[in-house]
């Protein structure tokens, strides 16, 4: 059976239901779960087939300053990034010159961002040491590619870059990358620590997109710790309202300066806004109940390669799970989710663009090629359709392949997607594995995937966990 789709003509926008999203308008029949369970089971059977997982997770970091850093100290921050090291090196930059101009105090205070600095272009993001309240640290946590570039550029901000990466033998079309991957290695990190820490252990850690610079409303990492913590069932986490968009400097400001101008309780909130339901995505920051996660073996699937990572988590908590052998029946996984509060993330004006991030860019377009060659397959080694992806549009059927290299290379340039070129095949290869992780994730929500394949997808299956193994940092 083909899956009911439309084309999202708005796709390579910037939203992010643009962005990430080549298709619209999917409808999910529950007697088709079988082909959305296949959409992940395929990529988990190609993975292992190929000997690329599961491998032992390599993680690189100077592990005394490490584990010094969590002992007896307040739930961490660990911001995933890729590809803006200097970026972030401003950042920290400018928090120091701001400071001395407005005397601001914790990550509630605004005045961080109401600039003033000499020819600022930018933000100081909302993890750095100076926006910070209570006993914390900050790691940044980035593909072994970067690890040298990142610690080079940040040498002097008292954060803690950490380096990973998976095996990656022969088979492999390159290191394992990618939007999951990268989310699955810095909650295993965060793990870790909690593992081996000597002391009392802290039970949550903070995870950031390395943009994220203010949250409306936010009233300090504290708050939100404590309300969790006062919950009377164990929550998986605390999300926010997500960014839809990035915003310029000078919106960023023009809204942080509003703020303190108003009144004091908006430039520096110190009351936490009720949660709220409907619950919405898990995206951008989020608190994360690491014991939690510890003991039911959760986490991000790698399987996400280009999109659909913080979706595709947050619909399998969002669900329901039947009974089935030897596993019991799952209620939906509970967190807290605060509307209230939104996540402002910022444009960010220039990148490395050095050797280090051109080889994880590389890594993600081969994955991306290698999910997207498997999937348009007309016969699949696993047997079970898709592949080959195949959809219904406009009361027509054709495969996922040929709507998207015909839409991608038309000849007329204003009925492509915006700023691409009709040759550019990695963008193709990248919206055909966007489709898939779109399909897939919307699935999962709309409880047509089999338990199965949800719990080979976001539970680790070894129950000793994931292997770790510890490396020093390189000689310079």
Same mark, same amino acid.
């Given at each position: 059976?083909? !899956? ?9 926008? &910037?939203? &992010? ?28 059977? +190609? ?50 010159? +701001? ?22 272009? +930018? ?111 164990? +929550? ?53 109940? !690491? ?51 939104? &996540? ?39 047997? &079970? ?92």
């Amino acid at each position: 059976m083909a !899956i009911e789709a439309k084309k999202n003509n708005n796709y390579g926008g &910037v939203l &992010v239901s643009q962005k990430y999203s080549p298709l619209e308008d999917i409808k999910y029949k529950r007697p088709q779960s079988a082909e959305y369970s296949a959409l992940l089971t395929n990529r988990l059977t +190609q993975l292992t087939n190929a000997n690329i997982l599961p491998q032992p997770l390599r993680l690189i970091t100077d592990w005394d300053t490490a584990l010094a850093a969590v002992t007896g100290h307040d739930p961490p921050l660990v911001v995933i990034s890729s590809n803006r090291s200097k970026w972030i090196a401003e950042g920290v930059r400018l928090s120091r010159e +701001q400071w001395t101009l407005t005397k601001y105090d914790g990550s509630n205070d605004l005045k961080a961002l109401t600039g003033g600095v000499s020819k600022q272009a +930018q933000s100081p993001p909302l993890y750095l040491p100076l926006r910070m309240d209570g006993d914390r640290k900050v790691f940044i946590v980035v593909h072994a590619h970067e690890y040298r570039q990142y610690r080079k550029a940040l040498a002097d901000s008292d954060m803690t870059v950490v380096g990973w990466s998976f095996n990656a033998p022969p088979t492999a079309p390159g290191q394992l990358t990618g939007f999951g991957a990268s989310r699955y290695a810095a909650i295993e990190f965060c793990k870790h620590l909690r593992a081996n820490m000597a002391g009392v252990k802290w039970d949550y850690a903070w995870l950031f997109d390395d943009n994220v610079v203010g949250i409306t409303a936010f009233p300090g990492y504290a708050a939100v710790e404590a309300a969790m913590a006062a919950a009377t069932t164990p +929550q998986v986490c605390s999300a926010f309202q997500g960014s839809s968009s990035v915003e310029g400097f000078s919106d960023i400001k023009k809204w942080a300066t509003g703020e303190v101008n108003a009144t004091p309780t908006r430039g520096k909130p110190t009351v936490l806004p009720a949660p709220t339901t409907p619950r919405g995505i898990i995206q951008q920051v989020a608190l994360w109940n !690491i014991k939690y996660m510890t003991e039911q073996r959760l986490n991000f699937s790698p399987l996400f390669v280009t999109s659909g990572e913080d979706i595709s988590i947050g619909n399998y908590f969002n669900i329901n799970i039947p009974a089935q052998t030897p596993l019991p029946a799952r209620p939906r996984v509970p967190y807290l989710y605060y509307s209230g509060m939104r &996540v402002r993330k910022e444009v960010v004006a220039y990148h490395d663009d050095g050797e280090a991030a051109g080889l994880v860019n590389t890594a993600k377009q081969a994955f991306a090629k290698w999910f997207a060659d498997q999937e348009a397959t007309a016969t699949p080694a696993v047997g &079970v359709a898709p592949p080959p992806v195949q959809l219904e549009i406009d009361g027509g059927s054709q495969t996922l392949v040929d709507l998207i290299t015909t839409w991608f290379s038309d000849g007329d340039e204003a009925k492509r997607p915006p700023g691409v070129a009709a040759t550019d095949t990695a963008a193709r290869d990248k919206a055909k594995c966007q489709a898939v992780e779109q399909i897939a994730s919307g699935a999962i929500g709309s409880e047509c995937v089999s338990t199965a394949a949800l719990n080979r997808t976001f539970i680790f299956q070894d129950v000793a966990g994931q292997a770790i193994q510890r490396f020093p940092p390189p000689r310079p």
